[in-house]
């Protein structure tokens, strides 16, 4: 696969919109994004179902919390190619064993939502389309605007066009004071809205509850639910530009 050129938007204008959630350790994490609005944006349309969600069948009948997942101005943060292509940058600024552990944990949880999408974890982040990387978020200006407050993790996603179809890529950053468990938590957490989930669940059994626990649990069968839901959404990404410009 060759390099991926990003190209912006035509005549759209960037937003920003940022999601705040106070978690119980006093950090903030921050869903930000770049939507779009424009006129030559593909009207939205669900994709197939890729075949891991359509094989899924919750017997233990859980339940979801898709109400609480953002629909944004492009639809619903599916991905429609698989495997979808993940890339883990190596620190390089601490020992190499704790860089190899931080890798590892970050894999496991690459592994655990493998089992439900195709990832694919890949060398270059020049073909990827989700980038981690273990760096501090910027501190976040707290609501009453007197306080900069630290963020364990933060979830961007980036809109462009390749072969005239509209596509995203997300990047993940997640802070070095994450250690042990939590590192797998975190990632496991994030990689959950790059892979769609783009909010939070209110159950703390869920991999995607709002607040940091102090014995993180895996993906539970609430939050495959929830992704399968995502992907029977529609979505403007993975579609066409051409038809919308004739």
């Known amino acids: 696969m060759g390099k991926m050129t990003l190209h912006p938007i035509p005549n759209i204008k960037k937003l920003l919109t940022a999601f705040l959630l106070t978690i119980s350790t006093g950090l903030l994490i921050i869903l930000a994004h770049y939507p779009s609005s424009a006129t030559a944006l ?5 994709h197939p179902l890729p075949p891991t969600l359509v094989q899924w069948n919750d017997q233990t009948n859980s ?5 609480q ?23 390089i600024n601490i ?19 493998n089992s439900y999408l195709p990832l694919k974890i890949v060398e270059s982040p020049e073909i990827a389309d989700i980038k981690i990387e273990r760096k501090a978020p910027p501190l976040q200006l707290s609501t009453d605007k007197k306080i900069l407050r630290a963020r364990s993790a933060l979830t961007t996603y980036q809109l462009y066009t390749k072969n005239e179809v509209l596509l995203h890529s997300f990047t993940i950053l997640l802070s070095p004071s994450q250690t042990g468990n939590y590192v797998v ?6 990689l959950g809205h790059a892979l769609g989930i783009w909010g939070h ?4 059994t869920d991999a995607l509850y709002f607040s940091q626990v102090r014995n993180p649990l895996t ?28």
């Open 201 to 204: 669940s209110p159950s703390q």
């Open 69 to 91: 997942v953002a629909k944004t101005e492009i639809g619903y943060l599916v991905w429609s190619q698989f495997p979808v292509q993940v890339y883990i940058k190596r620190p």
């Open 219 to 246: 993906i539970s069968a609430r939050d495959v639910n929830t992704l399968k839901r995502v992907y029977q959404q529609p979505t403007s990404l993975g579609w066409s530009l051409i038809d919308t410009q004739k």
């Open 63 to 67: 339940g979801d919390y898709f109400s």
């Open 42 to 46: 593909p009207p939205p349309k669900p």
């Open 185 to 190: 938590a975190s990632a496991r957490h994030e």
């Open 95 to 113: 020992i190499n064993q704790q860089a190899e552990e931080w890798v590892q944990s970050v894999v496991q949880a690459v592994q655990e939502w």
